[in-house]
């Protein structure tokens, strides 16, 4: 039945609520509230309609957003799962068998699904810019917390990203606060668009939380 479909989808869909991106549980960030998998797909979107009002790309807005919209949905199943600790294949293949058992009961399946790999493989310009907000929504995301106060670098016991070799090169050659050493680590992301790498850099330079702007 297509009413039992709506709602059964609705309340997979509405787990990501209580889905803690695990970055930020992995940084140790300490907040009464931390960004949740679908409060990361609502700032996403905000920012796609942002980045296309501001920059005017020429791109399909609507297709964008749904792709935003649907891109985490294997998260409901196989959660948050940090890039660092499973190989980018097999994280792909058990998200998409995920997206399958997900999606299989609606009409639209196959048309929701082709989104979903077509921003997997960044192959168009929709993909690609959907892409970039995903990235730069968490980059802004981290500057935010940094502002608030919310992480201390001095403690990361747990931390394996940050006691990587990597991230102590940048430690000791002189990146001490945490947007220093995330924005290191992010900035090639946007090496092949150069408006969303002035967005960056204004947020690497700026306290975006500040009322007023320069």
Not at 9 to 35: A, P, Q, S
Not at 86 to 111: D, M, R, T, Y
Not at 190 to 202: A, H, R, T
Request: hydrophobic share 35%; glycine share 2%; with cysteine.
């Amino acid at each position: 039945m297509k009413e039992k479909n709506v709602i059964n989808y609705f309340v997979l869909c509405n787990k990501l609520k209580n889905v803690i991106r695990t970055g930020w549980l992995d940084w140790n960030i300490k907040r009464e509230r931390v960004e949740s998998v679908a409060e990361h797909i609502y700032s996403v979107s905000m920012l796609a309609i942002a980045m296309y009002s501001e920059y005017e790309y020429d791109i399909d807005l609507h297709k964008v957003i749904t792709m935003i919209a649907v891109h985490e949905l294997e998260e409901i199943i196989i959660g948050d799962i940090p890039v660092t600790s499973i190989n980018h294949k097999n994280k792909k293949k058990i998200g998409h068998q995920a997206v399958e058992e997900i999606l299989s009961p609606l009409l639209k399946a196959e048309e929701i699904k082709s989104l979903i790999f077509e921003f997997d493989e960044k192959n168009t310009k929709e993909a690609l810019f959907a892409y970039h907000c995903d990235k730069l929504e968490c980059d802004l995301q981290a500057r935010i917390y940094d502002e608030e106060a919310c992480i201390d670098l001095s403690n990361q016991p747990e931390n394996s990203e940050y006691h990587s070799e990597s991230v102590q090169n940048r430690v000791n050659s002189g990146l001490k606060t945490f947007t220093d050493l995330w924005f290191a680590v992010d900035a090639h992301y946007y090496n092949d668009d150069k408006n969303f790498m002035e967005v960056f850099n204004y947020a690497k330079s700026h306290e975006i939380t500040k009322k007023d702007q320069e």
